[in-house]
């Protein structure tokens, strides 16, 4: 096998040029014992590229310098296409996110390990390049391009992490915001039969300066990111709708943009999906839309209420309906009449009237609270 210098992908021995760059083969000068393009002088060995954004290229590499050549991910800034007065903004970002990633510590951002700058010609500029944890998955872009939309048991799943994350960066002082919460930015593990769930690209991540930051740099994915994002300004609900957004296209198959009512400043999902053969519960299309609504007001304040309403609509219980010709057993514990029949429902608990917690069906008052029940 001859494997390509520049993009680090493997060519049939007759090859002359890349099937995957069109680079020519067998020209590249390596450093003294390296026998495929490295890094830091030897000490990154590239496998094989993993993909190219707007501003870098990330590929698989050996850690030499560890017992096991343990495997890492080494981001490298790549621009393309970009105007050279661009370039000092576009570095200035992936430094900015080397910067970001040493602070964090968090099971679903993947480690940080290393930042450095290469030169590997001595004419050019030295390359700034960020080295993390290789995760074994694929991108939520990739999986849904692949194998179509994803289940409802799955996409409260990847909900929960995905807020969890969220929570973190908004727990650090000053809160973190990721402005760029995606499909190709959200990575999925098989966990051993658990879908595990990671956030990259922290190239725009900014923060907090007194609650928001008009005049700050505008970064933001039309579908993935709400209005006053667009405008520059940032809060703490906008990682949160970037998320929602990017559950509706899970969930249904669609982009944002293709049912986003641009008058309204809603996504119209709902009646699409169900038309095209799409079943989930109102709690789940509840609470996508308190994520996404067009009103910052009417979103979840933060990540730590998201994750408290979260947990509420996850444990409830079904109940089925009384009515005999119904039956329906997609009701939730805190209703009094079906969804379908609008009859009563069989209720064994009741909420609390201050936290809306089920509270025994003979209790006058709530266990936890003291609170009167009506």
């Not at 890492?72 to 430094?95: H, I, M, N, T």
């Not at 956030?199 to 923060?207: E, P």
């Amino acid at each position: 096998m001859n494997q390509c210098s520049k993009c680090g992908n493997e060519n049939m021995a007759t090859q002359k040029f890349c099937t995957y760059c069109g680079e020519k083969l067998g020209t590249s000068v390596q450093p003294p014992g390296v026998t495929a393009r490295s890094f830091k002088q030897g000490r990154y060995t590239v496998q094989r590229c993993l993909g190219e954004g707007a501003f870098g290229r990330t590929w698989l590499v050996a850690d030499e310098n560890t017992p096991n050549r343990e495997r890492r991910a080494l981001k490298e800034f790549y621009p393309v296409g970009l105007s050279p007065q661009l370039l000092p903004k576009a570095r200035d970002l992936f430094e900015r996110e080397a910067q970001a990633l040493q602070k964090f510590q968090h099971e679903h951002i993947p480690k940080f390990f290393d930042f450095f700058e290469d030169q590997t010609q001595p004419a050019t500029p030295a390359t700034p390049c960020i080295v993390q944890e290789f995760i074994e998955g694929e991108s939520l872009e990739k999986r849904l391009r692949d194998k179509g939309r994803m289940t409802e048991s799955e996409v409260w799943e990847i909900l929960r992490q995905g807020i969890d994350i969220v929570k973190y960066l908004q727990e650090r002082s000053p809160h973190v915001y990721h402005r760029d919460v995606n499909p190709p930015n959200i990575i999925l593990e098989d966990s051993g039969g658990r879908l595990k769930v990671y956030l990259i690209d922290f190239g725009a991540v900014k923060d907090a300066v007194k609650g928001s930051l008009s005049g700050s740099t505008i970064i933001g994915k039309p579908g993935y990111a709400p209005a006053e994002q667009l405008k520059g300004v940032m809060n703490d609900t906008v990682d949160l709708y970037g998320l929602g957004a990017t559950m509706i296209e899970t969930l249904t198959g669609s982009k944002p943009l293709d049912v986003f009512d641009g008058n309204e400043g809603w996504y119209l999902w709902e009646d699409q999906s169900r038309q095209a053969g799409v079943t989930f519960s109102s709690g789940l299309s509840y609470f996508i839309n308190s994520l996404t609504n067009a009103r910052k007001d009417e979103r979840f304040a933060d990540a730590s209420e998201a994750m408290e309403v979260l947990n509420r609509l996850t444990k409830r219980k079904e109940l089925k309906c009384m009515n005999k010709s119904c039956r329906h057993d997609g009701n939730k514990e805190d209703w009094i009449y079906c969804e379908k029949c609008l009859q009563a429902i069989d209720r064994r608990t009741r909420l609390c009237p201050k936290e809306r917690e089920p509270i025994p069906m003979n209790a006058k008052y709530c266990p936890n609270h003291g609170v009167k029940v009506g």
